[in-house]
């Protein structure tokens, strides 16, 4: 890893922290601007921490450390930045993807619903991440490939490094417009350039079972749901979505500032 620009081999001490999940191919960051964004203004926000993060630094830092870990140049790679509250910064090689760019996964997994509320679950925090590890801990025990969190009132998390979607009739729904995140920015964006409605309401239960599609986003691209309980889903404009995504340069990154 790089920790505050200097590669180290060490175990850090347990800290709280806010992170992104980069997709990066050929060792070059994707919208790192833009998470550099979203994760200084959040920082500043929440703990009052400024920081002197730039988009070439950490460009050639990722660079540095993917290099040094000698993985190929030919698959999407994800990186993972966080910053922490005192306002030290570290890079962690994340997953090696099947594929090189954005796509729609070939695997459509079989989701269980786990009811767990989250705190703050709009921020992408170190508290968020235990949460959601616990919860796909709990789905492949049971027999299922991933799984969705669902808050105490029926509701699902909002997670912003893995938004989920539901299609119904060409109208995607997506989570509100204040859970700020590339993932989000990629999902609206490529849903209104296929056509899609885009309305934004928090998903329910029943919005679920009354789908036609379910999908998540992440560094990766787009999965589409397969089954969650016993509603099976159509894969169809997921493919669409997935292959505007790799297309797409973000615009107007900087009005889902509300709400942190």
């Given at each position: 890893?790089?920790?505050?620009?200097?590669?180290?081999?060490?175990?850090?001490?347990?800290?709280?922290?806010?992170?992104?999940?980069?997709?990066?191919?050929?060792?070059?960051?994707?919208?790192?601007?833009?998470?550099?964004?979203?994760?200084?203004?959040?920082?500043?926000?929440?703990?009052?921490?400024?920081?002197?993060?730039?988009?070439?630094?950490?460009?050639?830092?990722?660079?540095?450390?993917?290099?040094?870990?000698?993985?190929?140049?030919?698959?999407?790679?994800?990186?993972?930045?966080?910053?922490?509250?005192?306002?030290?910064?570290?890079?962690?090689?994340?997953?090696?993807?099947?594929?090189?760019?954005?796509?729609?996964?070939?695997?459509?997994?079989?989701?269980?619903?786990?009811?767990?509320?989250?705190?703050?679950?709009?921020?992408?925090?170190?508290?968020?991440?235990?949460?959601?590890?616990?919860?796909?801990?709990?789905?492949?025990?049971?027999?299922?490939?991933?799984?969705?969190?669902?808050?105490?009132?029926?509701?699902?998390?909002?997670?912003?490094?893995?938004?989920?979607?539901?299609?119904?009739?060409?109208?995607?729904?997506?989570?509100?417009?204040?859970l700020w995140s590339v993932e989000c920015m990629l999902l609206e964006q490529a849903?209104?350039?296929?056509?899609?409605?885009?309305?934004?309401?928090?998903?329910?239960?029943?919005?679920?079972?009354?789908?036609?599609?379910?999908?998540?986003?992440?560094?990766?691209?787009?999965?589409?749901?397969?089954?969650?309980?016993?509603?099976?889903?159509?894969?169809?404009?997921?493919?669409?979505?997935?292959?505007?995504?790799?297309?797409?340069?973000?615009?107007?990154?900087?009005?889902?500032?509300?709400?942190?």
């Amino acid at each position: 890893m790089i920790y505050n620009g200097e590669l180290q081999n060490l175990q850090l001490p347990d800290q709280v922290y806010l992170y992104q999940n980069i997709h990066t191919l050929n060792y070059q960051p994707r919208y790192l601007g833009h998470h550099i964004e979203i994760l200084t203004t959040m920082a500043e926000s929440i703990w009052q921490t400024k920081t002197t993060l730039t988009e070439k630094k950490i460009s050639k830092e990722i660079y540095q450390l993917l290099d040094t870990s000698r993985l190929s140049r030919n698959v999407s790679i994800c990186v993972i930045l966080r910053l922490y509250a005192s306002g030290d910064y570290s890079i962690h090689v994340g997953e090696v993807s099947f594929y090189a760019g954005y796509v729609l996964r070939s695997l459509r997994p079989v989701i269980k619903c786990i009811e767990m509320d989250v705190a703050m679950s709009a921020l992408p925090s170190s508290a968020r991440k235990a949460s959601y590890d616990l919860a796909h801990q709990m789905a492949l025990v049971d027999g299922y490939h991933e799984s969705i969190m669902i808050d105490s009132s029926g509701l699902v998390v909002e997670d912003p490094l893995r938004p989920v979607a539901t299609i119904k009739n060409y109208t995607l729904r997506m989570p509100s417009p204040s859970l700020w995140s590339v993932e989000c920015m990629l999902l609206e964006q490529a849903a209104e350039l296929s056509g899609l409605n885009v309305t934004y309401e928090r998903i329910s239960l029943s919005d679920i079972a009354n789908a036609d599609e379910v999908l998540t986003v992440t560094y990766q691209g787009v999965t589409s749901v397969s089954r969650i309980g016993e509603k099976n889903y159509f894969v169809s404009l997921a493919d669409k979505i997935a292959k505007t995504i790799e297309t797409l340069e973000l615009q107007n990154t900087s009005q889902k500032k509300t709400n942190l």
